[in-house]
């Protein structure tokens, strides 16, 4: 995203100084802003603390037959503004608090019926140092650690700052990490977990990228050639051969090119090379360097095509097979509004395979729109009520073991999407489970391992671009007591790959919870919202 002017907000902020315009053509840059040249920033609207009156969720634009529905939180804290969010592997949600310049942080646990709606709110420590981002890299690493560097903004002030943290959810505590040797700017870069484990992180301005060491924390620099153009505002999708697909923002002389990166390997180093047209401009950026040069979210589906959106108001769908783009559905244009896009913005893929996203009017501009897109056609469907005030930028969507969608859009509303009823999940993106003894009889508070297939999904799961990465493609147990129906979740880690082929092997460990009820379950193991076969256990002290 990118800074029309500074903006600053307080939990009772009611507007911005010097935010966006109506009219694009009238913003230019803060001399106030010191940035790489490559970047400017979008101007943040208010935050809207509380929680809203009754009728939220009503069904607005679209919410006829075939729309889910939306439901509001109720035991959201009345201080909270939810901000980006992520899923931790114990199958609770960590959720960035707005409210205090982005420092603050808490956990959305779902109640003893797995509901996400009834679930409670805890508090957890601040990053250290001070550190407050807003617009970030991040990732769930293989050892269940999740991780944030960077930020476009530190306390909503444009920094395109290099710092960085990681949390730890087993012993709630955050670690201060310094970004790669060297760098000047990582920002609202694009970072991913590779299929082999890796966590590799963009610089924001440049064609720089860097691999993790999560035991000691330092930073490797990735050698890759052939980049077209920086990575300012592009995003990356994991595809099912382990690569990287990107749409380019800052190619003025092709302004329709994509680009596939292989990772390096042994000797060979990573290489960037073309993936071909994308039919109609996605990025809005113009060949003599104008535009606001964003892009819309990625996603995968199961069907191994890449649903691929535009600030344009084009899509464009990629073909793994193949190799080939075709034109996808273009947004509407609604009257009173104008041409839908999204200038940056969230998808999460149902379990039915279709592609939920928000859509809004030109260029950081209101009110917001849904819309699930099925491979063929864009629909619109319900909304929530407070849509007035949001932009497609500030909504962010998260996929739950659930098959619902966690909504959050900088206020102290949150939001679950129940896909339409009838709605069947994909099957053949479900986890396989290898059969195992040891998983017949669990102990409370020990580890046990599950092997299988797909235990990572096939696909993502959760898309936005270079301004948040929370990706869902990592496993998670959940044990269902038979007698009660009550439900857990065992915390996962030491996961052997993060692919996302179809039949991809891997193995996992899970922790029984201490508290997990005693007696005969069914263990499931569930990757992007769609859950295994289950295995019968039981679980003692």
Not at 465 to 472: E, I, K, L, S, V
Request: some cysteine; charged content about 15%.
């Amino acid at each position: 995203m990118r800074s029309y002017g500074l903006c600053f907000m307080t939990a009772l902020a009611t507007g911005c100084v010097g935010a966006p315009s109506q009219d694009s053509s009238t913003r230019s840059r803060s001399s106030a802003i010191t940035a790489p040249a490559s970047s400017l920033g979008h101007g943040l609207p208010p935050i809207r603390p509380g929680v809203y009156p009754a009728g939220r969720g009503a069904g607005q634009h679209g919410g006829g037959q075939g729309s889910g529905t939306w439901s509001t939180l109720p035991n959201t804290p009345s201080t909270v503004a939810a901000g980006f969010s992520m899923l931790l592997t114990d199958g609770s949600v960590l959720v960035q608090d707005l409210a205090n310049v982005g420092g603050d942080w808490w956990r959305l646990t779902p109640d003893a019926n797995g509901s996400y709606l009834n679930g409670t709110w805890t508090a957890l420590p601040p990053t250290p140092n001070g550190y407050a981002p807003l617009y970030f890299a991040s990732a769930v690493l293989p050892d269940g650690r999740v991780i944030i560097m960077g930020g476009e903004y530190q306390a909503f002030v444009p920094t395109w700052q290099t710092q960085g943290a990681i949390f730890d959810p087993a012993r709630n505590t955050w670690t201060a990490v310094a970004g790669p040797p060297g760098w000047q700017t990582i920002g609202d870069a694009q970072s991913v977990v590779l299929a082999d484990g890796r966590f590799v992180l963009a610089n924001c301005c440049s064609t720089q990228m860097a691999v993790l060491d999560p035991t000691t924390l330092t930073w490797t620099s990735l050698s890759a050639t052939g980049k077209a153009d920086i990575f300012d505002e592009e995003g990356w999708t994991l595809l099912p051969d382990g690569r990287l697909l990107t749409v380019d923002s800052n190619n003025f002389a092709n302004l329709t090119n994509s680009e596939i990166f292989t990772a390096p390997s042994g000797q060979r180093a990573g290489v960037w090379a073309s993936a071909g047209s994308t039919v109609s401009p996605i990025a809005d950026t113009n060949a003599d360097g104008s535009g606001s040069w964003e892009v819309g979210p990625a996603m995968l589906r199961p069907d191994g095509t890449v649903f691929q959106s535009g600030a344009t108001g084009h899509t464009a769908v990629y073909d793994t097979r193949r190799g080939t783009w075709r034109a996808g559905p273009d947004f509407p244009v609604i009257a009173g509004e104008g041409q839908l896009t999204q200038a940056d913005g969230p998808a999460a893929l149902l379990p039915n395979g279709n592609v939920l996203v928000a859509a809004s009017w030109g260029v950081f501009n209101t009110p917001v729109h849904f819309f699930e897109f099925d491979g063929r056609a864009l629909t619109e469907v319900a909304r929530p009520a407070d849509t007035s005030l949001d932009s497609s930028y500030n909504i962010n969507l998260l996929l739950l073991p659930t098959g619902e969608v966690l909504e959050t859009n900088f206020s102290g509303d949150v939001e679950l999407y129940r896909p339409a009823a009838g709605q069947r999940a994909n099957d053949d993106s479900a986890p396989s489970l290898e059969a195992s003894d040891a998983l017949a009889h669990l102990t409370r508070g020990r580890s046990y391992r599950v092997r299988g297939q797909q235990l990572h999904g096939l696909s993502s799961g959760v898309s936005y671009g270079d301004d948040a990465q929370a990706a869902t493609n990592y496993p998670l147990v959940r044990l269902r007591n038979r007698a009660t129906g009550h439900v857990a979740y065992a915390r996962t880690h030491g996961f052997t790959s993060y692919s996302i082929a179809r039949g991809a092997p891997s193995e996992a460990w899970f922790d029984v919870p201490a508290t997990a009820e005693t007696g005969d379950a069914d263990l499931v193991v569930v990757a992007n919202g769609i859950a295994s076969e289950p295995v019968r256990v039981s679980v003692s002290r």
